[in-house]
């Protein structure tokens, strides 16, 4: 039994695995967009696909090494989203998050970043995907119908197997 | 590359859930394979499992690889998937022979209790042996081609993935019951005219050469949504029409010659078969030994009081280093201050698959326990030991507690703030160590620690539990050593005797029962998941209260962080409603319906107290999608906070500036596939218990009704909030 719960969890891991490694669309961050806006080397990263709502964007600056403090804008159909990047001494992330009511279709934005008297922009276009729906999800939704059937008719066949002579019974 | 084709490759998505489907098969298959080989060698050669393997290995090409992303731009590609799950996956996996070996992997309390039912029923055992007759397979098959073949619907399959998972399966339904009949794994019994399958093969072979042929020389597109598209490697639609039809008349016709041409031969064929039979056990076999060996090894490594030690200090040093950098480091963005990385995003979410793959392993390496090894000594020193009060050896002040700490969380957004992450983990240590001292050994996790009641609830879905393994043992042990301790070391901290135990409650895996016992007669065993939610629970109102508020507490949790909710005004006013006043109505009314239906016979108290553990399965299902949709997004959000960290403290870490890429999965699936099950594990506990309530099924429907009810609620609950956008934490500002 434990070798069996261990091959399950291997297995499980391996699938994991296995998914993980491949490109996909999902609700995840991916890069979104990649460039120069002036002197910053910048990423932009969402969940993806984008879609229409709520969504958090985060904004690169990989080499910000000693620079000091930076302040982004994402300016995005007449929106407006500021945030501070600090990390004095920080050579990592520099992030800012932006809520964006978005609509299905290819849309742009623009990055103003500001850092010790310096600005770089950089406008670039990404894509809304559709609102999603039940029916994408249709196989993890079916699930429970089938489930409920297949566990009442299990308890079915169990008290009719109660009630049934002993020698048509499975041991 | 061609950039199209780049683009249909990015655009392409693994089918996690055939994925997992494919894996448990195989995993169900080796086991039972395995057992089968070695009572009946010559039926089960080594062979038969390549076949099974191979037929996988091919259903998983078909549809679990890039082809999938080609065949909505390609016919020849769409044709290549077709042939695949109709020609080549199917035959493969009956000479396989899987049917007894499937059945033989299953746990043999699931095969006879879970599958004994329908596989006693005359009526399904009809119905399968009227679907493999070779006529009705080969009508099946031949309906199921011309009909997804029509324009209308094949180019609905294409353009809506729902479609096309439903024309795979349908293929691969009427492929595999065709394929039976020509094959007939053990223990299919055997025609007296066995050439006679020769025939529907034959036909089968027409059918696809009329069929391909059509694809070759017509002169029209048949499915206008190719030529819509843009094309792949230059082909037009229709060189790529007859080049599918091309490659299905040669390669669809060789499957059924090849076949027809074997079963003549065998049929035909009178020579003796007879063959060596392999020996029948190989106890010292390789495998076997590595086995042994590994078995011994994570035994020792679990059993050892100086590993769960070594845990426990690392967990410890991980915990100093959160309440340093939550009081030190920088507070915004939270995402950069381990403090707002390490528990919120990692610690959560590995609890919840411990707990599900094994048990529950963090209060078995709880680094709030070490101030034991302080406060036990001091008490000793002071002649300090208070008795709990008899009126709090319940959990009613550890559910408040959880309540409070749910509440608080979301009100004061403390995943958002390092600084009160920091002060939080203090006052843990504090409190455990303070009531450790005072009250003895094991007062704190039983009746006081919000953390330990939410894995005592959770650890009821999990695979393993501390159980003794001959209770006859237990019948003529005097000395009770693993409640009270004894020469091998302490008893349960938590006051559990082994032999009423039930279930993991207030079980830490702390294992000291199982180093204690004189007679090693207690140890890790598999059990089913939840099966200790059953009749076999002691009710308690407590508990009851518990499990309610696990359950909604898991909902609300996850509500307060999609836009709708997060955006609401009076949020404090709701959550409380949502975690007190909503669990106590629910199960409030849900007695009272019970009652009702049983005439007034049942105590509304009585009904809530046994049937309220059923919604700790989709409680738990809940926490655990939630909890993993956090891990999984934001995995690789440790890098920057410990290279922040590092940075603080001089060092410099390289490659920690460019790390926080994320693996990109759409989980909403599975999130809603574990939603799911969950609601069925917690309807199956729940009839069980209403059964156990009243004897007649009309009254137990009655009274499982509304809690089904209940379960079903918050299923649609989490469904729409896993569909709406989620808080990034670990990763935002």
């Known amino acids: 039994m434990r070798r069996f719960l261990l091959a399950v969890v291997s297995a499980a891991v391996l699938a994991g695995v296995s998914i993980a490694a491949g490109a996909a669309r999902a609700d995840l961050p991916q890069v979104i967009a990649r460039g120069s806006a002036g002197p910053f080397e910048v990423s932009v990263l969402a969940e993806a696909p984008i879609r229409p709502g709520m969504s958090s964007w985060i904004v690169w600056l990989p080499n910000a090494s000693t620079e000091g403090p930076a302040r982004v804008e994402i300016e995005h159909a007449g929106m407006r989203a500021s945030g501070t990047a600090p990390g004095r001494v920080s050579v990592h992330v520099h992030e800012a998050r932006a809520r964006t009511d978005t609509e299905a279709e290819m849309q742009t934005a623009t990055l103003t970043i500001h850092r010790a008297g310096q600005t770089g922009t950089l406008t670039f276009a990404f894509a809304v995907a559709p609102r999603p729906g039940l029916v994408d999800q249709w196989r993890a939704l079916s699930i429970v119908p089938i489930g409920l059937l297949v566990f009442a008719l299990h308890q079915w066949r169990v008290s009719r197997m109660r009630r049934a002579p002993a020698a048509t019974r499975v041991r | 590359m061609n950039p199209i084709a780049s683009a249909a490759l990015a655009a392409w998505s693994p089918p996690w859930d055939l994925l997992f489907a494919a894996t448990g098969a195989v995993v169900l298959y080796w086991r039972g394979f395995a057992k089968l080989r070695r009572q009946l060698p010559s039926r089960f050669p080594a062979w038969r499992r390549g076949c099974f393997l191979s037929g996988i290995a091919v259903l998983l090409g078909a549809l679990a690889s890039p082809l999938d992303a080609f065949a909505d731009g390609l016919l020849q590609a769409h044709m290549l998937q077709h042939w695949l799950l109709m020609m080549v996956a199917p035959p493969l996996l009956w000479l396989g022979a899987p049917v007894v070996p499937l059945m033989r992997g299953l746990p043999h309390g699931w095969l006879r209790r879970g599958l004994g039912p329908f596989l006693s029923w005359p009526a399904l055992r009809r119905f399968v042996d009227a679907g493999v007759r070779p006529g009705t397979a080969l009508a099946l098959w031949i309906v199921a081609t011309l009909v997804w073949h029509w324009p209308g619907a094949y180019q609905a ?54 069929f391909s042929a059509s694809f070759v020389f017509s002169d029209r597109v048949f499915y206008p949504v190719y030529a819509e598209m843009p094309r792949l490697f230059d082909v037009d639609a229709l060189t790529d029409q007859k080049l599918a039809g091309a490659f299905l008349w040669v390669a669809g016709s060789l499957p059924m010659v090849v076949a027809a041409t074997l079963t003549l031969i065998r049929a035909t064929d009178t020579g003796d078969r007879t063959r060596v039979a392999a020996p029948v056990d190989r106890p010292g076999s390789a495998g076997r030994r590595i086995a042994t060996r590994l078995k011994g090894i994570a035994a020792a490594a679990i059993g050892s009081r100086r590993a769960r030690k070594s845990a426990q200090i690392v967990m410890g040093a991980l915990a100093i280093a959160i309440v340093a950098d939550g009081l030190l480091g920088p507070q915004r963005p939270s995402a950069t201050n381990l403090a707002g990385v390490l528990p919120w995003t990692y610690w959560r979410g590995f609890v919840v698959v411990g707990l599900l793959v094994a048990g529950n392993l963090f209060c078995a390496v709880c680094p709030f326990t070490l101030t034991r090894a302080l406060s036990g000594p001091l008490s000793r020193r002071f002649a300090v030991k208070l008795r709990w009060p008899a009126r709090l050896r319940n959990r009613w002040l550890a559910v408040v507690l959880f309540a409070a700490y749910l509440w608080s969380y979301e009100v004061f957004a403390i995943w958002d703030r390092p600084w009160w992450t920091a002060w939080l983990v203090v006052g843990y240590f504090t409190a455990s160590f303070g009531v450790e001292a005072l009250f003895g050994r094991g007062t704190f996790c039983k009746h006081v620690c919000p953390i330990g009641q939410f894995h005592f609830a959770a650890s009821a879905n999990s695979p393993l539990e501390v159980r003794v393994l001959a209770p006859e043992v237990c019948t003529v042990c005097s000395s009770h050593d693993c409640l009270r301790g004894g020469p091998r070391g302490p008893g349960c901290a938590t006051d559990l005797f082994l032999p009423v135990k039930q279930g993991n409650l207030d079980c830490t895996f702390c294992l000291d029962c199982v180093r204690a016992c004189p007679n090693d007669n207690v140890g890790l065993q598999a059990v089913t998941p939840a099966s200790s939610l ?25 509500a307060a962080m999609v836009a709708p909710v997060a955006g609401m005004p009076w949020l404090p006013l709701w959550l409380g409603l949502c975690l007190v006043a909503v669990p106590a109505f629910s199960l409030i009314g849900c007695a009272a319906v019970g009652r009702f239906a049983t005439g007034g016979s049942l105590p509304k108290a009585k009904l809530v107290a046994a049937l309220a553990p059923a919604l700790i399965p989709i409680g738990f299902a809940m926490w655990f999608a939630h909890f993993g949709f956090h891990t999984w997004t934001a995995m690789s959000s440790l890098v920057p906070a410990v290279g922040r960290a590092a940075d603080d403290l001089g060092f410099s870490l390289p490659g920690a500036a460019g790390a926080g890429g994320m693996a990109a999965f759409d989980i909403t699936g599975v999130e809603i596939g574990v939603l799911g099950i969950g609601l069925l594990v917690s309807t199956a506990v729940t009839w069980r218990l209403a059964r156990r309530q009243t004897t007649a099924t009309l009254s137990a429907l009655a009274v499982a009704a509304p809690w089904v009810l209940v379960s079903a609620l918050l299923y649609g609950l989490g469904v729409w909030i896993f569909l709406q956008p989620m808080e990034m934490r670990g990763m935002s500002m």
Request: hydrophobic share 60%; proline share 8%.
């Open chain 2, 534 to 558: 059953g009749p076999a629970r002691t009710p308690r109102l407590d508990f009851a209260a518990l499990a309610a508020l696990f359950c909604f507490g898991a909902f609300a949790n996850a």
């Open chain 2, 157 to 210: 399959a294409v353009r809506s993935r729902a479609w096309h998972d439903f024309e795979h399966l349908s293929f691969l339904i009427v492929a595999l019951l065709f394929w039976y009949a020509v094959a007939l794994p053990w223990p299919a019994r055997r025609p007296a005219n066995r050439a006679a399958i020769a025939i529907p093969l034959g036909i089968a072979a027409l059918f696809n050469t009329i």
